[in-house]
């Protein structure tokens, strides 16, 4: 009986040493030799393996910084330009400061502005419902509102708002990763400049129908009025198929174009009502002057019309 | 007869399913609806390029005129339904569920182009030939009027290096519910027959099968008693199984042949025709009749009057209804087509369109879906699949986003007969999720 034992541990300890010896080689041998830089890099990524750089994953990432020796086309959006600055000083070269992202909503048509036209029975996914028709509401530009958004997000940064219907980000989880932005049929999200002292200004609407159809079937839709359009003083604002949009790179954040809206659907993040009606109250101001101008120039126009050139 | 009935009759091989037949209204007589006041045309009604508009706003157009020409080969021409002035050119909700641009024109009279022959003499003698033919197919627009709405003048432009030896005409309806081609080929026959032999002619092939399914004995027997003395062409009756209306599985049924995965029936030596399109053919080829009318089925359990309407294209759903006895009480879906491969529709505006070869009205307590539960690996609905397919596989490959894996397992060769969504004890929604993957994978290809 003893001596069972004795042999059993014997020969398990001979087997055992045996296999460390030989493992010992074989991973001296075929080693599989990696950039400690890699590792390194690695270890500052986020490691939420998003997908938001648009490589596979964090170790992805590092490999391809590494190989790039360049940071002019690699960012990792999570970790923003901090993380981006400690990979730069780990790789010796220079950081490339980017513009942090978050993603906005662009439909503001909740429940209360769009009413529904039929009941959507089918599977519980915008992506379906988009593939099978135009949606339950009679804008076929808006939201669908299943929330397909909502799961994708890897950060808890969304959640469906069960008053509007609509998806809500929030500002300080959400790490312009890009997921909600490719998952979303319809396009509503978008990656937005998260703009100086976090303020931005973007108009919350797709719809391009001509302006009569497109308030019929949402009450805040943008109906291509063009107020906004004409109060922008920076060229910021263009007019396509019957929809404003703010272009993010022009726009100075002078908020003058908020209140133009009829429907209030260019929407602010963090800026105060009392700026907004500052704006306003000097592009009124602004507008004032320019019409006096105008007037004035008009009537010396006519004056020098009457005296050289008269018209019938 | 006797003879029929101790040997069995043909179907396609693998898979099918036998849902409630429901043809309540087969004995009902086609009956022309009333013009309607103003209708809706929509310049996409068919598979591939939208035609291009020709008319302006204010115009008017006599009934037949052309209002929008095929714009590349496969595309197809639109004519006006009725006589009367062009109204506004827009966007406008169809019965695929999403906008696409239609001519409404408000209805005046009924003044038809003349060259039009409005009279039901039948005439048999086929003057033109193959290529004549294949032009007077193509001028009246028609397409394929079992519901994919492809240009019948391209199936009969056989690609170069294919054979094709037999002409198959698909009376099968294998829908439930639907009426429309069973009423047709009752009322219709010798102008189906003069029909076949026009696509006989284009295509250069000797031999024409009708295939209609058994449930429609009075139709088989028509054609029986007036093919008596035809040689070449022939009528077969299937076994009442679902899909044996789809093209592949009527040209294995009647040929036993297989069309490649990937393939064109072409490639089988066979080209099928829906016996609406044969309708279609002959009034367009000896009538020189364009496609502007078709015959629309409105039934449903509740609905009043099951009927079969001859409809003018354009007409909004809501008249149909009206003439069938309005909107029951208890309707919980309006479908356009059938309930199987049918798509509900979110509007009662929406025009009929050429594809357009019913309209059901589902009760409340029938229409919405059920729960949901996990999959069983039962393998219900590979046993249904008309495809040779494994639908549960290629959901979950759908649904992870993996479309190449589901490209491997052949998804493109789904042709969404909703057999496994129909079997699916767990009432999962495989066709929705294969359906996406297909999406997907179009848009992939896109540049």
């Known amino acids: 009986m003893n001596q069972i034992i004795v042999y059993t541990v014997i020969i398990l300890t001979g087997i055992g040493i045996l296999a460390a010896v030989v493992i010992y080689f074989v991973s001296r041998k075929f080693a599989v030799q990696e950039d400690t830089r890699v590792s390194a890099v690695e270890s500052v990524l986020p490691n939420t393996n998003c997908g938001g750089c648009g490589q596979p994953g964090c170790h992805a990432f590092a490999m391809a910084v590494v190989n790039a020796g360049d940071l002019s086309a690699l960012h990792c959006p999570v970790g923003g330009n901090a993380v981006m600055k400690q990979v730069a000083d780990i790789l010796g070269i220079t950081a490339v400061e980017k513009d942090p992202y978050i993603a906005v909503v662009r439909c503001s048509g909740s429940f209360e502005y769009r009413k529904k036209t039929n009941i959507y029975d089918g599977t519980g996914s915008c992506k379906i419902a988009a593939a099978l028709y135009s949606g339950d509401t009679a804008c076929s530009y808006g939201c669908l509102g299943m929330g397909d958004c909502v799961e994708v997000c890897d950060f808890e940064a969304m959640y469906m708002d069960e008053k509007t219907g609509l998806p809500v980000i929030i500002e300080d989880k959400c790490t312009a990763c890009n997921a909600c932005v490719k998952e979303c049929p319809k396009d509503i ?72 809206c009829d429907v209030h659907n260019i929407i602010t993040a963090n800026v105060t009502p009392e700026k907004i009606q500052q704006a306003n109250e000097q592009r009124l101001k602004r ?6 101008k105008r007037e004035a120039e008009k009537l010396a126009a006519q004056q020098n019309g009457n005296e050289t050139t008269p018209q019938a | 007869m006797a003879t029929r009935l101790h040997h069995k009759l043909k179907t396609f091989r693998i898979g099918g399913v036998h849902p409630e037949e429901n043809k309540l209204s087969g004995q009902v007589p086609i009956v022309p609806l009333p013009l309607p006041k103003m209708v809706t045309i929509p310049i996409a009604q068919h598979i591939g390029a939208p035609a291009k508009i020709t008319v302006q706003r204010g115009d008017t157009v006599k009934t037949g005129q052309i209002i929008a020409v095929h714009e590349g080969f496969v595309s197809s ?16 909700m ?12 408000r209805v005046k009279g009924d003044d038809w182009e003349e060259y039009i022959d409005r009279s039901d003499t ?21 397409v394929g009027m079992g519901g994919a709405a492809f240009p019948s003048h391209v199936k009969l432009s056989v690609p170069e290096g294919k054979h094709v030896d037999h002409l198959l005409i698909n009376g099968v309806e294998c829908e439930p519910y639907l009426t429309a081609d069973h009423r047709l080929m009752i009322e219709k026959p010798r102008e189906i027959i003069v029909g076949i032999k026009i696509l006989m002619r284009a295509l250069g092939v000797k031999k024409a099968i009708i295939g209609i399914e058994n449930n429609k004995r009075d139709a088989i027997e028509t054609f029986e008693g007036l093919l008596k003395e035809e040689s070449g062409i022939s009528v077969e009756p299937l076994e009442v199984q679902y899909p044996q209306g789809g093209e592949k599985q009527l ?64 007409t909004p759903v809501i008249d149909l209804l009206i003439a069938a006895g309005g909107v029951p009480e208890d309707t919980g879906k309006i479908v356009s087509g059938g309930p199987m491969m049918g798509k509900a529709i979110a509007d009662l505006d929406v025009p ?44 979950l490959m759908s649904k992870k986003g993996n479309s190449e894996k589901a490209k491997e397992e052949h998804i493109l060769d789904c042709i969404e007969c909703g057999s496994c969504s129909f079997v699916c004890p767990s009432n999962r929604p495989i066709l929705d ?10 848009k992939t290809k896109k540049p």
Request: glycine share 8%.
């Open chain 1, 189 to 260: 999200l978008e990656l937005w400049p998260k703009g100086k002292k976090n303020q931005r200004i973007y108009v919350a609407c797709l719809n391009e129908e001509k302006g009569s159809t497109a308030r019929k079937e949402c009450a805040v839709a943008c109906s291509g009025c063009s107020k906004c359009f004409e109060a922008c003083r920076y060229d910021a604002i263009t007019m396509t198929n019957s929809l404003a949009a703010i272009d993010p790179d022009k726009c100075k954040l002078c908020m003058e174009c908020v209140d133009t």
């Open chain 2, 352 to 395: 009929v369109a050429k594809g357009t070869s019913g309209i059901l009205l589902i009760p409340k307590e029938e229409s919405m879906r059920a729960e949901i539960y996990n999959c069983l690996h039962c393998g219900k609905c590979i046993e249904a699949c008309p495809m040779g397919l494994e639908p549960y596989r290629l959901l």
């Open chain 2, 122 to 142: 039948l005439v048999e003698e086929i003057e033109a030939d193959a290529k004549e033919i294949v032009s007077r197919i193509m001028e009246a627009g028609v």
């Open chain 2, 251 to 314: 040209i294995q049924a009647l040929l036993n042949r297989e069309v490649p995965s990937g393939g064109l029936p072409a490639d089988a030596g066979a080209i099928v025709h829906n016996v609406g399109t044969t309708y279609a053919v002959y009034q367009a080829v000896q009538k020189k009749k364009p496609l502007i009318e078709r015959v629309v089925t409105v039934t449903g359990k509740s609905v009043k009057q099951p009927s079969n309407f001859l409809v003018r294209i354009g």
């Open chain 2, 94 to 105: 169809d019965s695929s569920g999403f906008k696409h641009t239609a001519i409404s024109i």
């Open chain 2, 77 to 92: 021409n639109i004519h006006s339904s009725v006589s009367g002035k062009v109204g506004i050119i827009e966007q406008v």
């Open chain 1, 287 to 292: 507008e004032e002057r320019e019409r006096k």
């Open chain 2, 433 to 442: 999720y294969i359906r996406l993957g297909k999406t997907e994978l179009r």
